[in-house]
C-alpha cells in the first residue's frame, strides 16, 4: 500500500478503501478529505489526540454517519450509501454491549437469529477467539480480557467482510491490556480478517497494527509501520505524539537561526565538556526500568534525557550530545 511515510507503491487493489471523506458538524470539520487504502487482512490502527476524526471516521466506515463527500469501497464494491446491516461489517464497541441476562452463546447468537446452523457457527466463532466450550457460560461470570473475545465471537459470527474495533480494550484495567492485546491479535491473525481499530493509546496501535494512521484536526499526518512512524516520521506533529521528542533550537546544533531540531530523548547522552555540548542542570528524573528521563535546564530550553538510571542525579551539572536529529523544522 502506498502512503506518506508507508511502504513503496504496489499494483494491489486495496481491500477497503476511503477516499476523500469528509465530515462536517456545523462549523466543525471532523473528517477533512481523508483518503486511505487497506490491504485484505491487515490491520490498520487510527491512532490520534482527542477530537482528531478517529470515531467519526469509524463512524463513516460501520454506516452511522453518512460523509459529506468521499466514498467508501470494499472489494471494489462502493458502499457508501448503504446501511449498515448491509455493509456486513463486525463491530466491536467500547463497552462490548453484551447481555448480562443471556448466556454467552446467546450473546454470540444474538446477530444470528434469522441465519440457518445457529449452534455450529456459535461454536465457530467461540473456537476462533479461544473460548470453546463456554456456551452456556454466564457473561457475568467472565473476566474482563474473556468478556472482550465474546463480543469478538459475536461479532465474527455473521463472517463480516471486515472487523471495526472502537477502544477495545480501554474498559480494562492496566494490569489485563497487555495479555488481552496478545489475544485479541491472534484471535484476529486466526480468522485473517482485515481489521481498522481506533485508539487513543500508542501502545495498543503498535502492538496491533500493522500499520498505523495518525490522525490530527480531522487530517491523515501520516501513515506507516510503528518502525517508520517512530523513526521517520513525517511531520514534527507525529514526531511529538508518537513517543516522546525534544524541541531544540536550531542553532544549537548548528543548524539554521529560526529552525527547530526534533530530537529523541534516547538520541541524547550525557557526556565530558566539549565541542558541540550542550551544559546544563538536571531538575528532575523519572525512573523507568533500570533506565530514566532525566530532565535537563539549560542553554534557555529544557529538555529531556534517557539514559541509564544512576547516569546522573536531581541538581547535577551536566553536559549533553545530540547523537542524531529526527527531523529539521525550518523557519516559515
Known sequence: MTGT???????????LQLEGLTKTYGAHRAVDG??????RGEILALLGPSGSGKTTTLRLLA?????DRGRVTVDGEDVTSLPPARRRFGMVFQHYALFPHLDVGENVAFGLA???GRTGRVAEALAMVDLAGYERRRVTELSGGQQQRVALARSLA???RVLLLDEPLSNLDPALRERTRRELREAIARVGIT???VTHEQEEAFDLGDRVAVLNGGRLEQVATPDELYDRPASAFVAAFVGRANELPGPLLGGKAGARAVVRPEA???TAPGPGSLAGRVVARRFASGYAFFTVEGEGVTFEVFAPHDAARVGDAVHVTVDRVLLWKEPA
Not at 454506516?63 to 460523509?67: Q, V
Open 5 to 15: 511515510g508507508g511502504g513503496g507503491p504496489t499494483t494491489e487493489r486495496p481491500f
Open 34 to 39: 481523508l483518503s486511505l487504502k487497506v490491504s
Open 63 to 67: 454506516g452511522f454517519e453518512t460523509p
Open 114 to 116: 434469522e441465519r440457518g
Open 158 to 160: 455473521p463472517e463480516p
Open 195 to 197: 481489521t481498522v481499530l
Open 268 to 270: 541524547m547522552r550525557f
